[in-house]
């Protein structure tokens, strides 16, 4: 059973930047897909990012050129730099392990940009 920890989040000014992490427990993180997730109230949760395990990253547009998703294998973690934040990017953020048909979730960190 694979176990995936948040942290990094909290109340941030708009314009400013946070840092999430996940440290995910088990083995053969290395060859999983690692992706952060976020859902605002009332919204559907959508993705943000994700990274594969050869380090291809994919963005959703509204956050390209402001957030950076990488990983450090070593450590079981994967992390999300957010810079020029937008209260638009207030929600729960999610990580999420895909890895041979099955996937995993996080607790989720609440992210608030105030305006």
């Known amino acids: 059973q694979v176990q995936l920890v948040e942290s990094g989040g909290g109340l941030v000014q708009a314009g400013g930047s946070l840092r999430l992490s996940c440290a995910a427990s088990?083995?053969?993180?290395?060859?999983?897909?690692m992706g952060w997730y976020r859902q605002a109230p009332g919204k559907q949760r959508e993705l943000v990012a994700i990274?594969?395990?050869?380090?291809?990253?994919n963005y959703a547009d509204s956050v390209k050129g402001r957030f950076i998703i990488s990983r450090d294998n070593a450590k079981n973690t994967v992390y999300l730099q957010m810079n020029s934040l937008k209260p638009e990017d207030t929600a729960v953020y999610y990580c999420?392990?895909?890895?041979?048909?099955?996937?995993?979730w996080g607790q989720g960190t609440q992210v608030t940009v105030s305006s």
């Open positions: 999420n392990q895909r890895l041979a048909a099955r996937t995993y």
């Open positions: 088990g083995s053969f993180f290395s060859i999983a897909v």
């Open positions: 990274i594969a395990g050869g380090s291809v990253t």
